[in-house]
């Protein structure tokens, strides 16, 4: 995406920034999804499937901390205005996540912040 700066502010193609405002495309026909559970905490990852409360995510990321956006529901759309404040853990191939109680679409722009942040670790 090309973007000009113009007085220290970054502009972007009015095509552009629409389409970052999209739903994240699905891979393998699995959308990509934020999922609070009641007790595991909050996780995005491809949606592979749902069964009631029980949800099955591939590629997941784990949001130990977030930072910059005011809920779960501006985080899956705008992403964070403080990335470099965000905890979010290693991605895991596979998880089995069970009490989900609320499942979010998350956009392009968020979904690319997410996969491109840093990650936390303990460190040592």
């Given at each position: 995406?090309?973007?000009?700066?113009?007085?220290?502010?970054?502009?972007?193609?009015?095509?552009?920034?629409?389409?970052?405002?999209?739903?994240?495309?699905?891979?393998?026909?699995?959308?990509?999804?934020?999922?609070?559970?009641?007790?595991?905490?909050?996780?995005?990852?491809?949606?592979?499937?749902?069964?009631?409360?029980?949800?099955?995510?591939?590629?997941?990321?784990?949001?130990?901390y977030?930072?910059?956006?005011?809920?779960?529901?501006?985080?899956?759309t705008?992403g964070?205005?403080?990335?470099?404040?965000?905890?979010?853990?290693?991605?895991?191939?596979?998880?089995?996540?069970t009490?989900?109680?609320?499942?979010?679409?998350?956009?392009?722009?968020?979904?690319?912040?997410?996969?491109?942040?840093?990650?936390?670790?303990?460190?040592?």
């Amino acid at each position: 995406m090309e973007t000009i700066n113009i007085n220290g502010i970054e502009y972007v193609r009015k095509e552009d920034a629409e389409a970052m405002n999209q739903i994240a495309e699905k891979v393998d026909g699995m959308p990509f999804v934020c999922i609070r559970t009641y007790s595991a905490g909050v996780h995005f990852g491809y949606l592979k499937s749902r069964n009631g409360k029980e949800v099955e995510l591939v590629n997941a990321i784990r949001v130990w901390y977030w930072d910059g956006a005011c809920s779960l529901s501006e985080l899956a759309t705008n992403g964070s205005t403080k990335i470099e404040n965000c905890k979010y853990a290693v991605t895991v191939p596979h998880i089995i996540l069970t009490e989900a109680i609320e499942i979010i679409d998350v956009t392009e722009k968020a979904k690319n912040q997410m996969e491109n942040a840093k990650r936390w670790k303990m460190r040592k």
